[in-house]
């Protein structure tokens, strides 16, 4: 295992328009065939959330984390932080990097849509190695599943998440990582960021939509796919209890709020389950103690997902 520590002093890596800020952990691939690890954040997510897994992966695994645009050590971009944008800027900084392995993309959230934004813009290339979904969005999931109901958030506005969903007590961090993950999310810089990418979100599912990436057969071929699922009812009935308890909400929307959480899980699963048709080579798994960010929760089964695809690729090549 690793002991590396909170990263610092980042490669500004100039995309043309502005720069990123790319870590490294891990030694230099001893082959250009080696696959590498990219670690891409949700929505109004920090880089540093990735801590405990870049941590525990192996020591002779080369990954990345970045800050996009506006977060961290990174400039401000002049473009919208929609999930086009977003994905443009991370094939940028792959190209100017550069970075010439093949990648294994690790995306939590929004990121995996994210993700399909990149495969659309990039294809299919040998750039891509495979994928590990970590409690992860894909098209329709506003439709299934949808965080932004305005009855839920009556009921967990102002409730300060990182408590009410345990994370603040069942993390796996490191203490000098955790201060410097919520340091990082309490930034002036970081909060504006997040309100931008917030405004972006909703749309974003609707414009990968229309791509109708979903009519190609398996978009990434034999390549292989680990997906994780986590309880989004865990998360939801501590921030519903929470909200609760400050007086959030009118008898219907708590009511109403009790049903979605009733039902939160059944429906994740479903949307989860819809990961495997992204490739013919794919595993599902769920991380029952964790609720959506399974990487601070349950960082092992993250590393267990890398070991996975990695075994795949190596099967496949001999």
Same mark, same amino acid.
């Given at each position: 295992?690793?002991?590396?520590?909170?990263?610092?002093?980042?490669?500004?890596?100039?995309?043309?328009?502005?720069?990123?800020?790319?870590?490294?952990? =891990?030694?230099?691939?001893?082959?250009?065939?080696?696959?590498?690890?990219?670690?891409?954040?949700?929505?109004?997510?920090?880089?540093?959330?990735?801590?405990?897994?870049?941590?525990? #992966?192996?020591?002779?695994?080369?990954?990345?984390?970045?800050?996009?645009?506006?977060?961290?050590?990174?400039? %401000?971009?002049? #473009?919208?932080?929609?999930?086009?944008?977003?994905?443009?800027?991370?094939?940028?900084?792959?190209?100017?990097?550069?970075?010439?392995?093949?990648?294994?993309?690790?995306?939590?959230?929004?990121? =995996?849509?994210? $993700?399909?934004?990149?495969?659309?813009?990039?294809?299919?290339?040998?750039?891509?190695?495979?994928?590990? *979904?970590?409690?992860?969005?894909?098209?329709?999931?506003?439709?299934?599943?949808?965080?932004?109901?305005?009855?839920?958030?009556?009921?967990?506005?102002?409730?300060?998440?990182?408590?009410?969903?345990? #994370?603040?007590?069942?993390?796996?961090?490191?203490?000098?990582?955790?201060?410097?993950?919520?340091?990082?999310?309490?930034?002036?810089?970081?909060?504006?960021?997040?309100?931008?990418?917030?405004?972006?979100?909703?749309?974003?599912?609707?414009?990968?939509?229309? &791509?109708?990436?979903?009519?190609?057969?398996?978009?990434?071929?034999?390549?292989?796919?680990?997906?994780?699922?986590?309880?989004?009812?865990?998360?939801?009935? =501590?921030?519903?209890?929470?909200? $609760?308890? &400050?007086?959030?909400?009118?008898?219907?929307?708590?009511?109403?709020?009790?049903?979605?959480?009733?039902?939160?899980?059944?429906?994740?699963?479903? %949307?989860? &389950?819809?990961?495997?048709?992204?490739?013919?080579?794919?595993?599902?798994?769920?991380?029952?103690?964790?609720?959506?960010?399974?990487?601070?929760?349950?960082?092992?089964?993250?590393?267990? =997902?890398?070991?996975? $695809? *990695?075994?795949?690729?190596?099967?496949?090549?001999?």
């Amino acid at each position: 295992m690793s002991s590396s520590t909170t990263p610092t002093n980042p490669t500004l890596v100039n995309i043309g328009t502005h720069s990123l800020a790319l870590y490294a952990h =891990g030694p230099e691939p001893s082959s250009s065939k080696d696959p590498v690890v990219m670690f891409v954040s949700g929505v109004a997510s920090s880089s540093l959330v990735w801590a405990a897994v870049t941590r525990l #992966l192996s020591p002779s695994l080369r990954s990345y984390t970045y800050d996009r645009s506006g977060y961290g050590s990174a400039e %401000l971009s002049p #473009l919208a932080p929609s999930a086009e944008n977003i994905a443009l800027e991370l094939s940028r900084l792959i190209e100017k990097a550069p970075i010439e392995n093949p990648i294994i993309i690790v995306g939590h959230s929004w990121a =995996g849509v994210l $993700v399909r934004e990149f495969v659309a813009l990039t294809g299919n290339g040998p750039h891509i190695a495979g994928l590990v *979904l970590v409690d992860a969005n894909q098209e329709t999931s506003l439709q299934v599943l949808n965080v932004l109901d305005a009855d839920l958030q009556a009921i967990f506005v102002g409730v300060e998440w990182l408590s009410a969903q345990g #994370l603040k007590a069942e993390h796996k961090l490191t203490q000098e990582e955790w201060d410097a993950f919520v340091s990082d999310e309490a930034t002036e810089k970081f909060k504006l960021q997040g309100e931008k990418e917030e405004n972006e979100y909703a749309r974003s599912f609707e414009t990968l939509q229309n &791509k109708e990436l979903g009519k190609t057969q398996t978009l990434l071929g034999e390549k292989p796919v680990y997906v994780i699922g986590g309880m989004r009812s865990r998360d939801w009935n =501590g921030l519903y209890k929470a909200g $609760v308890e &400050k007086g959030n909400g009118t008898k219907e929307q708590r009511s109403y709020a009790r049903e979605m959480i009733r039902t939160a899980d059944k429906k994740s699963e479903g %949307l989860m &389950k819809g990961h495997l048709r992204l490739s013919t080579k794919g595993k599902l798994v769920f991380a029952h103690e964790s609720g959506h960010f399974v990487q601070l929760s349950q960082p092992d089964i993250v590393v267990s =997902g890398v070991k996975w $695809v *990695l075994d795949e690729i190596q099967s496949s090549s001999s």
